[in-house]
């Protein structure tokens, strides 16, 4: 059994030199950096909140009130509870949350929570040394999907379904969450996670500028045809992403971009290029059902007979020369940014579009940082009417676009470490904070970082959220339509879905793939042979860890018989 390959984790810290951002665009600090555990000390608590002001506290208070409390253990008095997460600090992404229930959570146990930060970058070798040594140090870990298969492969985590019909605990909705991201919860027929962050990519852009009827008609005697307003496949995306690169069609006197990009090695643009390339690569079973998986399709990553990488095929080629073309749609400086940088373009209204998570639709609303909220469009990630059939071996000419549903990120969660001293009462803290209420909470109010994935997200007929809800989270009415129905399209109107790998050493595979695919973006490789390398590392890996191994829990992952 192949041990956690630190070399890699080096590897790419070491040839970036430079901050890594997490998935969320919380950027991690430069160097080695020791842990954190910010006092516990909090000024300024409204209701008990450290809150930015009374709506913010009032609604938390609502949320606290109508969610589902259990009964919990007098036992679980004194004891202390350790959670780690990635540094994002106590008004970040994921790990904002964690300090803003808090207190609330040590009122209603009578235990201790103690939050511990860890770097991005160090994150998956601070935890993995804690599961391989058994310190234990960690009690809770919220931690990124794609860590399950070392996980598994080792045994290193606890399943929760044994605490579901515990009275101590709280009742959360599990039917309620979206069965795509419901599954990275899980492995087989056991839960592991608690319901927390639900990450998906869909594309966003300016509502505003893109429906407007001067530069509609610009972009006709231009292109000599109509725009493709509703930009259906990635072709049109570049189309109008080129039109608009170095016009000023923001009226402040300089050229601006089609496009805005994080295309820096250690910026997670890999997740990007997954999300854009699926349409390309899969593609769906012609008989009943149309998802099933089998050697030629659904499928994205591996030959799942033989676990030989596909990452080099005709499809993922042709998705990277079109993430090519976007790359000259806008700043030069796009090859050096991560995500901070890249939404900032957008944000700040430079951009005529960028595709993204759903924090760019939280962020677009924040008016300390965006310039365009009640400007905001958003859809579901474009398709391709060209995708590659590799039963075929040639590209397929489609009426309709072919549509592929992701869930690519983290989706950012909780799951029980073996060596938890308390694991009852650590299950107590998954399940309080997946309670509808509380969870729908932190969806609503942008700034945690937690994307929307269940019916209570979502809008009639998907669910039973009501935009008022947004608008009293700081969200305009028409931008939250826009944002939430792109996310319900990709969850729901999409037929199929892209794989999420999440075999042991996908961080180590994906971490390779980035360089590679920033070798093709910078110009040093051609695509094919960029992506010919990603095999060959690839391959290397998979023999490192054990092929057999590797190949059942790859079957075992994406449903494959």
């Not at 804690?130 to 931690?143: E, F, K, P, S």
């Not at 090695?265 to 890999?270: F, L, N, S």
């Not at 009462?425 to 969870?439: D, E, G, K, V």
């Not at 054990?546 to 494959?560: A, C, P």
Request: proline share 6%.
């Amino acid at each position: 059994m192949k041990k956690l390959t630190i070399f890699m984790m080096v590897f790419v810290f070491v040839l970036t030199g430079v901050a890594v951002y997490a998935s969320k665009g919380e950027k991690a600090e430069e160097g080695a950096v020791e842990e954190k555990a910010p006092p516990k000390e909090e000024a300024g608590l409204i209701m008990g909140f450290p809150a930015a002001n009374e709506q913010e506290a009032r609604l938390a208070q609502e949320a606290f009130e109508a969610a589902d409390k259990g009964n919990p253990d007098p036992a679980w008095k004194g004891k202390k509870l350790t959670i780690a997460v990635y540094s994002a600090g106590q008004r970040g992404a994921i790990s904002g949350p964690l300090y803003f229930w808090r207190n609330k959570f040590e009122e209603i146990t009578g235990a201790t929570l103690d939050i511990v930060e860890i770097p991005f970058a160090e994150l998956r070798e601070k935890i993995f040394t804690d599961l391989m040594t058994g310190a234990g140090r960690y009690d809770l870990l919220i931690n990124c999907s794609n860590f399950y298969g070392d996980y598994i492969l080792n045994d290193w985590i606890l399943p929760i379904d044994d605490y579901f019909d515990d009275p101590r605990m709280p009742e959360w909705d599990r039917e309620s969450i979206s069965p795509a991201v419901a599954a990275l919860y899980k492995w087989g027929d056991h839960w592991y996670g608690g319901n927390n962050d639900h990450d998906a990519q869909v594309l966003y852009y300016r509502k505003d500028i893109i429906e407007s009827a001067e530069w509609q008609a610009k972009f006709k005697q231009e292109m000599g045809h109509d725009m493709p307003v509703d930009m259906e496949t990635w072709e049109d995306v570049v189309e109008v992403a080129e039109f608009f690169h170095g016009k000023d069609w923001n009226g402040d006197g300089d050229s601006d971009n089609g496009i805005s990009l994080h295309l820096k090695v250690g910026g997670q643009g890999y997740f990007h290029f997954m999300a854009m390339s699926a349409p390309y690569v899969v593609i769906p079973y012609p008989g009943d059902p149309i998802t099933k998986v089998t050697r030629y399709h659904n499928v994205y990553w591996f030959d799942p007979e033989t676990m030989d990488p596909i990452i080099n095929s005709p499809g993922h080629v042709r998705a990277l020369e079109i993430l090519l073309k976007l790359s000259k749609a806008g700043s030069t400086a796009m090859w050096g940014w991560s995500l901070g940088e890249a939404w900032a373009d957008f944000l700040s209204g430079n951009a005529v579009m960028c595709f993204s998570w759903g924090d760019v639709g939280s962020l677009s609303q924040d008016p300390t940082q965006s310039v365009i909220q009640g400007k905001l469009g958003a859809r579901g990630i474009p398709g391709t009417r060209h995708p590659y059939d590799m039963q075929k071996g040639r590209f397929l000419n489609l009426d309709e676009p072919n549509m592929v549903s992701n869930q690519a990120g983290c989706s950012w969660h909780p799951v029980i470490s073996k060596y938890a001293k308390n694991p009852d009462l650590a299950y107590y803290f998954i399940a309080w904070q997946a309670t509808p209420s509380i969870n729908h909470w932190n969806v609503y109010m942008g700034w945690t970082g937690v994307d929307p994935g269940t019916t209570y997200d979502w809008f009639p007929p998907y669910g039973k959220a009501k935009v008022e809800e947004y608008v009293a989270g700081g969200y305009d009415a028409e931008d939250a339509r826009n944002f939430i129905g792109a996310y319900q399209d990709n969850f729901y109107n999409y037929k199929i879905f892209q794989n999420y790998l999440r075999i042991p050493g996908t961080p180590e595979l994906q971490e390779i793939w980035d360089v590679h695919l920033s070798e093709a973006v910078t110009g040093q490789l051609g695509p094919q042979e960029a992506l010919d390398r990603t095999y060959k590392d690839w391959s290397r890996i998979i023999d490192d860890y054990g092929r057999d191994t590797l190949l059942k829990l790859y079957q075992e992952s994406i449903g494959y018989k």
